[in-house]
């Protein structure tokens, strides 16, 4: 169960509210992104999210134990800080992401949702989908070498 800041709860405890989702990408190159589903540009704890991105996210799906949660993003290829170039060039891969839920009228109340990486990202030819990998999936990942019964070795070759 998540804790709320205590402005935030007394937000959502007042009935009406004024929440927005935020997506922030931080590429494996530092770069550092900010989208919003907001009609106006906001700024949460000192990151600049745009408006107008045309991002609009799935279902999301979380489940007990270390099964892989999963949530696709779909977005138009509508911002110049996300180009199909940079798409192609796999500036895009494994990005860390957070999701954010935040009061678009007090963007000092904020909290976390979620983490995790982008993994695979699917391209049309004006919009992309992007699979949003939680962080069990770095569990089921081989790392070096794998042992096993036989050997996977071949005479001669360099180990």
């Known amino acids: ?6 402005g935030l709860q007394a937000h959502l405890d ?3 509210t004024t929440l927005c989702w935020c997506w922030k990408l931080v590429r494996t190159d530092g770069v550092v992104l900010g989208f919003t589903d ?4 906001l700024t949460v ?3 600049a999210y745009a408006a107008a991105s045309g991002f609009t996210a799935s279902e999301a799906k979380s489940s007990l134990g270390l099964s892989v949660d999963d949530l696709e993003v779909d977005g138009a290829l509508s911002s110049d800080s996300l ?6 060039a796999g500036l895009w891969d494994n990005a860390a992401i957070e999701l954010r839920r935040a009061n678009w009228a007090d963007p000092g109340q904020a909290v976390i949702m979620r983490t995790g990486n982008v993994g695979e990202v699917r391209r049309g030819s004006l919009a992309f989908t992007a699979e949003l990998r939680g962080m069990a999936h ?3 990942q081989e790392i070096g070498r794998v042992f096993s ?8 070759d360099a180990r």
């Open 1 to 6: 169960m998540k804790t709320l800041p205590s």
């Open 14 to 16: 007042g009935g009406a």
């Open 38 to 41: 907001h009609d106006r540009d």
């Open 45 to 47: 704890d000192g990151v």
């Open 83 to 88: 180009t199909e170039a940079d798409l192609l």
């Open 138 to 140: 770095e569990l089921g």
């Open 149 to 156: 019964y036989s050997c996977d070795a071949n005479l001669g």
